[in-house]
């Protein structure tokens, strides 16, 4: 357990429109200087007040890794934002400050992958951006597959049209009727090929059916996708064993929420999406539904620990060290 992230004050120095709903927002130290260097896939949590509201939400770097003079972060508008992304959109300007994590890194572009295949949903292809800088850098073998729906809403589309590498792009607009077809991309992948998503929830679910039919191992395919679906699943009980007190969970509704409902213990949260490990809690008892991209594959078997921002018990009941 631990908390890999520090608090940083950044003042926003540009604003950019680049979709009707996303906006880039450029980040440098008050002070001037080189940020916290970040690797392609990288990702800082941007810590907002508002009113007595707090909101966290992590969000891709997407400049350059070799570019230390600044942070690019693209933001959409969500339609049932949380609070965060309609505070960015609507409240800050540039010349503000905010407070953002260091970065961290949960979507790394793998060392032994002799070709990397990104597919992006949508504002999914964020953390492509910073990631397509490093493969350039590397000489590595890449390809870049882009589905959004309309032409004007395919964010970065222009930018990423007239680089020098854009021969490995491919678009796909969903109103103009382009498909990605992932059976046929999949189905000829590379020996060796390691496959990354990001976007909404379907297209990650559809990238790893694809994978699994065509028999492509699991630990090569990769993917990320911040502000957590929201989980279905039933109620159940949470007993804190500290305290000795049980909380009941509602159906839909988080083990977080329940027990600040209840006031029923102190935890650290800092994302509440999974993604940033603080609230990571010990189960004694039971089996956790993990549904957080901050623990591995093996982690999440070995069910020794769970997200309970996101997270949820298999069963009726699950014990946890609170
Ligand atoms: S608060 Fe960040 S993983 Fe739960």
Not at 56 to 79: H, K
Not at 263 to 280: H, I, K, Q
Request: contains cysteine; hydrophobic residues 35%; aromatic residues 6%.
């Amino acid at each position: 357990m631990g908390n890999p992230y520090q608090s940083m004050r950044v003042t926003v120095t540009r604003i950019e429109d680049v979709t009707p709903q996303i906006k880039r927002f450029t980040m440098a130290l008050p002070e001037g200087g080189p940020m916290p260097g970040f690797s392609g896939g990288g990702h800082v949590i941007v810590q907002m007040e508002d009113g007595g509201r707090r909101y966290s939400n992590a969000y891709s770097l997407m400049n350059s890794p070799e570019d230390r003079s600044c942070y690019q972060i693209g933001v959409r508008r969500e339609e049932r934002s949380k609070g965060g992304s309609a505070f960015l959109h609507d409240k800050v300007r540039a010349g503000d400050t905010l407070t953002i994590t260091t970065p961290n890194n949960l979507f790394g572009l793998r060392e032994e992958a002799r070709r990397h295949v990104l597919i992006a949903g949508g504002i999914g292809i964020t953390p492509f951006m910073s990631q397509l800088h490093e493969l350039r850098r590397r000489g590595a073998d890449y390809e870049l597959h882009y589905a959004f729906r309309s032409p004007e809403h395919g964010a970065f589309r222009d930018e990423l049209a007239v680089v020098p590498d854009s021969g490995r792009f491919r678009f796909y607009a969903d109103s103009l009727g382009q498909k990605l077809d992932l059976g046929a991309l999949l189905g000829r992948l590379h020996d060796g090929a390691h496959v990354y998503v990001c976007g909404p929830q379907p297209l990650i679910e559809a990238v790893q059916d694809a994978a699994a039919a065509h028999g492509v191992p699991r630990e090569r395919v990769h993917w990320e996708q911040f502000a957590a679906a929201p989980q279905g699943g039933g109620a159940f009980s949470v007993v804190l064993a500290k305290s000795g007190r049980t909380v009941e969970v509602a159906s839909g509704e988080t083990i977080l929420k329940a027990i600040e409902r209840e006031n029923a213990a102190s935890v650290d949260c800092l994302c509440r999406e999974g993604v940033c490990g603080t609230c990571e809690t010990r189960i004694l008892e039971g089996e956790a539904q993990h549904c957080d991209q901050y623990l591995s594959d093996a982690e999440k078997a070995a069910q020794k620990t769970m997200m309970i921002c996101v997270s949820r018990a298999r069963g009726q009941r699950i014990v946890l060290d609170l």
